[in-house]
């Protein structure tokens, strides 16, 4: 199992945290995803490679910043 962990500003609750795990668990390999927002970091746990770009982008789109 590969892992990532991303440096993430914006995110301030744990709704924030809600959003950001629901949108990347869509992605396909993707087995789970930890968003804290408190240390403003979210952790992909990954069964296969998934380009970086693709998981940025699903977060930025959310409006937070990928550091």
Same mark, same amino acid.
């Given at each position: ?6 440096? =993430?500003?914006?995110? $301030? @609750?744990?709704? @924030?945290?809600?959003?950001? %795990? ?7 390999? =993707?087995?789970? $995803? ?7 970091? =979210? ?10 770009? %693709?998981?940025?982008? &699903? ?6 910043? $990928? &550091?």
């Amino acid at each position: 199992m590969k892992e990532l962990e991303l440096k =993430v500003e914006g995110m $301030v @609750c744990g709704g @924030c945290e809600k959003r950001v %795990v629901n949108s990347l668990s869509t992605l396909e390999g =993707v087995s789970e $995803v930890i968003a804290n927002h408190q240390t403003g970091t =979210v952790l992909v746990k990954m069964t296969e490679d998934i380009d970086i770009e %693709v998981i940025k982008e &699903k977060i930025e789109d959310l409006g937070f910043e $990928v &550091k």
